[in-house]
C-alpha cells in the first residue's frame, strides 16, 4: 500500500466513524436487503472473546416493523400498562454523578431546545419519546439480542458489534440511531418476534437515510477532548 493510498484509506475510515451520529428523522427511501446483509457481513468481523460471536439480530421491516412499533406504541401511552414494563438490565447507573449526568442533561436539553420543548411540556416530551417505537420513521428497524448465558465480557464484545453495524452503515451513505429505550417493552418484542426464553433483548436500532429537512438532525453532540479522559505512561 503506498503511502497517498494509505493515507486515504484513514480518511475514509475516519470519516465514517466520526460522521456517525443518532439520527431522530428518516426518510421512507427503502434499503436494499442486500445491502443490510453486508452491513452485517461486515459487521460479524467484530472481535469476540474466544470468537463467541454473541450477537443475534432481528431486522424489520414493512408491515412486521409496524406491527411491533404499534404495540409497543399503545402500551407506551397507556400509563397503567406502561408500569409494567421494565428493563431487564440496568443500562445507566442508578446513582447519577458528574460528569455523567452533566452530559445526559445537555444533550438532552439540546434536543429538545432544537424542537421547541419547554422544560415543562410533558406532552410533547412523552411523544418525542414515543417517537423511538417508530424507529423515527427509518424503514428498517433492528433488534438486538444477546443469550442470557452469556456474561458481561460478552455484552464488551457487543459493544463492538453495535459499532461496527453503524461505521459499516456509514461507509454506505446511511445513518442509524442505536436506541436502548426498547429494553423496556421487552416482554412485547419477545412475543412479537417469537423469542426463544433463552433470547434476551440488548436494544434496539433505526437505519435508514437521514432527513436532511428535520431540525432534530442537526444535534450534533459534544465530545471530550482527548487529554480529559486518556493519560499517557512513559
Given at each position: 500500500?503506498?503511502?497517498?493510498?494509505?493515507?486515504?484509506?484513514?480518511?475514509?475510515?475516519?470519516?465514517?466513524?466520526?460522521?456517525?451520529?443518532?439520527?431522530?428523522?428518516?426518510?421512507?427511501?427503502?434499503?436494499?436487503?442486500?445491502?443490510?446483509?453486508?452491513?452485517?457481513?461486515?459487521?460479524?468481523?467484530?472481535?469476540?472473546?474466544?470468537?463467541?460471536?454473541?450477537?443475534?439480530?432481528?431486522?424489520?421491516?414493512?408491515a412486521?416493523?409496524?406491527?411491533?412499533?404499534?404495540?409497543?406504541?399503545?402500551?407506551?401511552?397507556?400509563?397503567?400498562?406502561?408500569?409494567?414494563?421494565?428493563?431487564?438490565?440496568?443500562?445507566?447507573?442508578?446513582?447519577?454523578?458528574?460528569?455523567?449526568?452533566?452530559?445526559r442533561?445537555?444533550?438532552?436539553?439540546?434536543l429538545?431546545?432544537?424542537?421547541?420543548?419547554?422544560?415543562?411540556?410533558?406532552?410533547?416530551?412523552?411523544?418525542?419519546?414515543g417517537?423511538?417505537?417508530?424507529?423515527?420513521?427509518?424503514?428498517?428497524?433492528?433488534?438486538?439480542?444477546?443469550?442470557?448465558?452469556?456474561?458481561?465480557?460478552?455484552?464488551?464484545?457487543?459493544?463492538?458489534?453495535?459499532?461496527?453495524?453503524?461505521?459499516?452503515?456509514?461507509?454506505?451513505?446511511?445513518?442509524?440511531?442505536?436506541?436502548?429505550?426498547?429494553?423496556?417493552?421487552?416482554?412485547?418484542?419477545?412475543?412479537?418476534?417469537?423469542?426463544?426464553?433463552?433470547?434476551?433483548?440488548?436494544?434496539?436500532?433505526?437505519?435508514?437515510h437521514?432527513?436532511?429537512?428535520?431540525?432534530?438532525?442537526?444535534?450534533?453532540?459534544?465530545?471530550?477532548?482527548?487529554?480529559?479522559?486518556a493519560?499517557?505512561?512513559?
Amino acid at each position: 500500500m503506498t503511502d497517498t493510498t494509505a493515507t486515504q484509506a484513514v480518511a475514509i475510515v475516519d470519516a465514517a466513524i466520526t460522521s456517525r451520529r443518532s439520527i431522530r428523522a428518516f426518510l421512507d427511501t427503502p434499503v436494499p436487503q442486500d445491502t443490510i446483509v453486508d452491513i452485517l457481513r461486515v459487521a460479524a468481523r467484530a472481535p469476540s472473546g474466544t470468537n463467541t460471536q454473541p450477537w443475534k439480530v432481528h431486522v424489520l421491516t414493512g408491515a412486521a416493523k409496524e406491527r411491533l412499533s404499534a404495540a409497543i406504541q399503545a402500551a407506551f401511552d397507556d400509563p397503567a400498562e406502561r408500569a409494567t414494563h421494565s428493563e431487564q438490565y440496568a443500562y445507566y447507573p442508578t446513582e447519577w454523578r458528574s460528569p455523567y449526568i452533566d452530559r445526559r442533561r445537555k444533550v438532552g436539553w439540546d434536543l429538545y431546545g432544537l424542537l421547541g420543548i419547554g422544560k415543562t411540556d410533558k406532552e410533547r416530551m412523552h411523544a418525542q419519546h414515543g417517537r423511538n417505537y417508530a424507529f423515527f420513521d427509518a424503514p428498517v428497524g433492528l433488534i438486538f439480542t444477546i443469550d442470557r448465558v452469556m456474561q458481561q465480557g460478552s455484552w464488551l464484545d457487543y459493544g463492538m458489534f453495535l459499532q461496527s453495524v453503524m461505521v459499516a452503515a456509514r461507509a454506505r451513505g446511511l445513518d442509524t440511531c442505536p436506541q436502548a429505550a426498547f429494553t423496556q417493552f421487552h416482554r412485547i418484542i419477545e412475543q412479537q418476534l417469537g423469542l426463544g426464553a433463552d433470547e434476551m433483548v440488548v436494544c434496539g436500532m433505526s437505519l435508514g437515510h437521514a432527513d436532511p429537512d428535520a431540525i432534530e438532525n442537526t444535534l450534533v453532540t459534544e465530545r471530550e477532548p482527548v487529554e480529559g479522559f486518556a493519560r499517557f505512561h512513559a
